[in-house]
Each structure stands twice: as structure tokens, then as C-alpha cells.
């Protein structure tokens, strides 16, 4: 058997004979001529066979092939600009094929269109069409890409528990579980509290893992579970953090377009506008964002957008009010100084406007929103204490919390970045379920 190979890596061996390890995709049939087109997981790849140039068993082999049936594929790369896949561009001679199996009977996922209550049922197989793949790719970079810029910018990696006593976020979102005999425990909302312990041991740490939400959201903004990292610093204020976000978002966004520019071009997704997030961000308070949005209401003729845009000082931004404001921008958009009121009860106070909060979200262009929400923390231990009563939270648990604000306090400040809402606004894709392998929705536990 010829050396197996990589379907990303046929550029390395143009013109030799190889091996492919994969699955059948697609099985086209011109007469003498056969199309497959396999996938192996690294991409997918153009297989011809000419019935001259093999012998009739094998021949009779390619064209009854059933999709999905797993197969080895020796033959010979060959340059061919035409040649579709992804990343397209060579195609194999078929040579020889091995059946390792024969798909028997009807594959459920057959090339044509699906619902998507359908597709989400057969998530399983689902994954494996060129699109689902090419998006998993692309998250599967952006966490590598996260973890290697704070691996390397001095972040400590500490890893904060699931199984939590008290809310981070807000009660209203929390999945309980009974625990033994100490009552009832939580999913984590947020690995934050921990992180604020943690950087009082290390200076600059993160966290990253699942991350739930029992929120009643059918939005495609939305999943019960999904996947944050949550960067924390200390000696750190609100500039200090929009500097180092908009440094690590343009990191993130840019090593996706090195390592993953077949998967967004094979997702029609526009280059150009990925391009240009570098640093600086824009930034924009709250106040004149209320402004903003209120020139833009008064513009529209549409009484359904202007009743959708209509908004007073205090309340916070739904999705049509990210929408027009990230429309105004090219790049991504801090938006800060929000209302404390629409805040969580952590946040530090603006000074001289105790109504406003230190914090700030960054907001994806082309109207994807909200992609991290942050923060400079309360560093008063009596402030903070105060907050905890007022947000009518349990004293007993956030005891420890409090603690950190007792010995060595310092102003510091994070983030927590939604992994998903990151990679389907890379990918240009509509809704988050995509963004995750299994997705996780108010009415979806299966597969
Ligand atoms: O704004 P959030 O709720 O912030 C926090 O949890 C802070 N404790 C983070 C911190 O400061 N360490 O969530 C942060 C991000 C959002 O900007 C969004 O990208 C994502 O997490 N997110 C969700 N993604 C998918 N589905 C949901 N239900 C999400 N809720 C938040
Ligand atoms: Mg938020």
C-alpha cells in the first residue's frame, strides 16, 4: 500500500501515488468517468477513475460504492486547478480502493436538503457534511488560538469547579442539583469568583470549560450550555482591559484566517471583513450609544424598528439595539460605562456616578453582537458587601469572596469570551447550534 497521506497535505505530494483513508461523500458518474468525492477528516478530495485505465472489478467497485461506506484509496495526486473539495485543487487518480465497509441499506443523511429539527436529531452523522465540519474546524482553532496567546502573555491556566454553591450571574439562570448532604449545588454561570481568588496567587490567570445557563432564551444567541474562557487580571483597570482583549481577539481572529482559510471560503464566508479586525477597537460609552441608537430611530420610516429601538437610559441593549450599533463599525466595538442596574452586583462603580458600572462588552460587527461581557471589579470589601445584600444573595456563601478584598486588595478586571458566539460570527453562520458538536437548548438534550 502507498503511503497514506492527509487530504490537507497533497500539495507535499504532487505526483506520487498515495493512500487516503476516508469516507465516500459523494459518488458522481459520467459515463466511462467516475467522481468520488472523499472526505478523511482533514478535508475533502476528488477521486477519479477512468474505466480504460483500470481493471473492470475495480471499476464495477467505484461505481456501486454507497455513501459513507469507509474506504482505503490508492492512486496518484495530480494538480488540477478545477478540482473541487475542500481544499480543492488536486484530485487523486484512483489506483486501487479497499472497502473497509460497505454501507448497507439507506444512509439517513442522504444529499438533499434537511429541515434542521431533522439534521439537529442526526447531529451524530451531521457533522461529518463539509459545512458542520468546516465550522468545528474553525472553533477547534479558535480555542487553540486562545489558549496560545495567554499561554503565552503570562496567563496561568486555573481551572475552577462546575459544581458551585451560589450564583455568579444571577439566581435565575441556575441548574440545581441536590448535593449529599449540603443542600443544593449549582452548574457553574461564570468560573469568575474563583478566578478573582486566583489572581490574588498569580497575577494574571484564566479559565476555560463549559459554562451553564438555565435562562429560558429560544434566541439564536443562545445555548443552556457553552463554552467561555474568562481571562482575570490583577492590577488592572477598565483601559487596561479593552487594551488587552482587543490585542487578544485580533490574535484569535487572525490565526483563523491563517489555519482555517478552506473552511471559511468553503462557508462563503467574506475575507476581507476578518481582515480588518486589528487593534484599535472603537470604543463607545453607553450614554452615547443611547444617542446613537436614538438618531438612528428617528431616522427609520419602519414604526416596527422604531418600536424595537426605542429605548431610555437605564435599560439595557437587546439584540436589535447590537445590531445597529455594530453596523456603525467595521471592527468589533466596546461598549461601557452600562447602567449598574442591568449589571451583575461584582462590577465597580464609575467614579462620581454611582448609576453607572466599570463595565464593558465588545460587540461583533455585521450585527453579531455581543461576544464578551467584562468588567473592572469591586475592590471595597464594605462596597461589596453592601452589593451582596442589596442583590439579595446569600452572605454566607460569598464569605470567601469577600475575604479577597480584605487581604491585599488591588483593582483588577476580566472577561468572559462566548467560544461559540465567537465562531458563527467567524463563520458568518446564522445561529449558534452549529457552533458547538452537540448543541444544548432549552428543548434539546439528544444526541
Ligand atoms: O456576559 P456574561 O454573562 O459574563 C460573565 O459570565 C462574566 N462572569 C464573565 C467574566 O467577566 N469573567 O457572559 C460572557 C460571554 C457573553 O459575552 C457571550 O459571548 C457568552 O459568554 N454567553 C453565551 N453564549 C451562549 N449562550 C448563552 N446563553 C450565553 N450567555 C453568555
Ligand atoms: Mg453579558
Known amino acids: 500500500m502507498p503511503p497514506v497521506i492527509r487530504s490537507n497535505q497533497l500539495a507535499q505530494v504532487d505526483g506520487q501515488e498515495v493512500t487516503l483513508q476516508g469516507w465516500i461523500y459523494n459518488r458522481t458518474h459520467k459515463g466511462k468517468l467516475v467522481f468520488l468525492l472523499v472526505r478523511d477528516g482533514y478535508g475533502f478530495v476528488q477521486c ?14 467505484i461505481v456501486r460504492v454507497p455513501q459513507e461506506s469507509s474506504v482505503r484509496i490508492s ?4 494538480a488540477d486547478k478545477r478540482a473541487p473539495g475542500i481544499p480543492g485543487g488536486y484530485e487523486i487518480g484512483i489506483t486501487g480502493l479497499e472497502i473497509v465497509q460497505s454501507v448497507e441499506g439507506e444512509y439517513p443523511i442522504a444529499l438533499k436538503e434537511h429541515g434542521v429539527d431533522f439534521l439537529l436529531d442526526h447531529r451524530h452523522l451531521w457533522i461529518r457534511v463539509p459545512s458542520q465540519w468546516a465550522i468545528l474546524r474553525v472553533r477547534a482553532t479558535v480555542i487553540k488560538a486562545i489558549r496560545d496567546w495567554l499561554d503565552g502573555n503570562g496567563f496561568t491556566l486555573v481551572d475552577t469547579p ?10 435565575t439562570t441556575l441548574f440545581g442539583t441536590k448535593y449529599f448532604d449540603e443542600g443544593m449545588a449549582y452548574l457553574a454561570q461564570s468560573g469568575q469568583l474563583y478566578n478573582e481568588a486566583d489572581i490574588f496567587a498569580f497575577g494574571k490567570v484564566y479559565c476555560f470549560g463549559p459554562t451553564f445557563r438555565a435562562e429560558k432564551s429560544k434566541t439564536r444567541r443562545h445555548l443552556t450550555e457553552f463554552w467561555m474562557v474568562e481571562p482575570e487580571m490583577a492590577f488592572c483597570d477598565l483601559d487596561q482591559l479593552m487594551e488587552m482583549e482587543e490585542q487578544f481577539i485580533s490574535h484569535i481572529v487572525q490565526t483563523v484566517l491563517r489555519d482555517c482559510r478552506a473552511e471559511l471560503l468553503s462557508l462563503g464566508r467574506d475575507l476581507t471583513v476578518l481582515e480588518k479586525v486589528v487593534p484599535p477597537f472603537p470604543r463607545i460609552s453607553y450614554d452615547d450609544a443611547v444617542k446613537k441608537l436614538a438618531e438612528i430611530r428617528d431616522r427609520t420610516d419602519d ?9 431610555e437610559w437605564g435599560g439595557d441593549f437587546g439584540s436589535p439595539h447590537e445590531t445597529e450599533l455594530t453596523k456603525l463599525y467595521d471592527k468589533p466595538v466596546f461598549c461601557y460605562g452600562y447602567p449598574s442596574a442591568v449589571k451583575a452586583f461584582y462590577m465597580e ?10 463595565s464593558v462588552d465588545l460587540l461583533a460587527p455585521e450585527g453579531y453582537g455581543e461576544i464578551t461581557g467584562g468588567s473592572e471589579r469591586i475592590s471595597d470589601p464594605d462596597l461589596l458587601l453592601e452589593r451582596i445584600r442589596q442583590h439579595d444573595l446569600p452572605e454566607d456563601a460569598f464569605r470567601w469572596y469577600i475575604d479577597l478584598r480584605r487581604y491585599g486588595s ?30 444544548r437548548t432549552i428543548n434539546r438534550v439528544y444526541p
Open 303 to 311: 414604526p416596527e424598528q422604531k418600536a424595537l429601538l426605542t429605548m
Open 162 to 171: 462546575i459544581l458551585t454553591p451560589a450564583a455568579c450571574e444571577g439566581t
Open 410 to 439: 488591588v483593582p483588577h478586571s476580566g472577561f468572559g469570551l462566548g467560544v461559540e458566539r465567537t465562531v458563527a460570527w467567524l463563520c458568518g453562520i446564522d445561529h449558534i447550534r452549529e457552533t458547538i458538536p452537540y448543541p
Open 48 to 61: 477519479v477513475a477512468f474505466q480504460r485505465d483500470l481493471d473492470p472489478e475495480l471499476f464495477e467497485a
Open 349 to 358: 462603580p464609575w467614579p462620581g456616578r454611582p448609576e453607572v458600572s466599570k
Open 75 to 78: 492512486g496518484v495526486v495530480r
